[in-house]
């Protein structure tokens, strides 16, 4: 059974840090998702990685996934205030279409 | 820009009542979903739908859950006799045909039981 972990779960940074939130997961995939939410809002996409060693950047979030280790990073520069939200990642088992969510890091951004 | 609409956004509703949790995807997907989110935690896989069937349906999907696409445009997710444990946040998905394609969420649905 497919497991996916974040961590940290939950994160306090002040403004203008640099911070990594890294996702873990069980078995073996090379697609994972990341998606912003804002409280009591629905699930936006933010980055879809389809391959080892994808990377992709928007803004202040960069998304890279390392296929082998299992293991993709949303790192955050220079954070901002409206960067304050909960982070999910969401990896594709190869063998069907459902995706599965990590827990859930929820980011807190102090002016 | 497209996006997956979902009714009602509100519901309080008392145990042991139907409900029934309304989607439109986006129009040209073919893959369809239910996820659940309880109140602060992660966000639960529900049930799949492809091809006017369930292709995938996680151990919460019990006998009390059914899908439907009626109509070729909505789909829904019905609860037969609602529970406490039921209130949650209902999001409906939609994903085009190729495999790694982005999942849309709707807004979602949120469901209280009283």
């Known amino acids: 059974e497919l497991k996916v972990e974040q961590n940290p779960l939950f994160l306090s940074m002040q403004e203008g840090k640099n911070y990594t939130i890294y996702c873990n997961y069980s078995?073996?995939?090379?697609?994972l998702y990341w998606y912003r939410q804002d409280p009591g809002k629905s699930l936006e996409s933010l980055f879809v990685l389809l391959s080892n060693g994808a990377v992709k950047q928007e803004g202040r979030l960069m998304a890279s996934l390392d296929t082998k280790a299992r293991l993709s990073t949303l790192h955050i520069t220079a954070a901002v205030h409206d960067l304050s939200a909960t982070y999910f990642c969401?990896?594709?088992?190869?063998?069907?279409?459902?995706?599965?969510f990590g827990k859930g890091t929820r980011l807190h951004i102090l002016p | 820009e497209p996006e997956v609409t979902q009714t009602p956004s509100h519901q309080v509703t008392q145990m042991g009542q139907e409900v029934i949790l309304r989607c439109v995807p986006i129009s040209n997907h073919l893959y369809f979903y239910w996820y659940r989110q309880i109140l602060g935690q992660k966000v639960e896989f529900l049930v799949s739908f492809y091809n006017n069937e369930i292709s995938e349906k996680s151990e919460i999907f019990d006998d009390q859950f059914s899908v439907e696409r009626p109509d070729g445009s909505n789909f829904t997710l019905k609860i037969r006799s609602t529970k406490l444990e039921d209130s949650a946040m209902y999001f409906c998905a939609s994903k085009r045909r190729e495999t790694g394609n982005t999942i849309y969420f709707g807004e979602g649905s949120w469901l209280t039981v009283v």
């Open positions: 969401a990896v594709d088992q190869n063998r069907d279409d459902k995706i599965i």
């Open positions: 078995t073996t995939s090379d697609r």
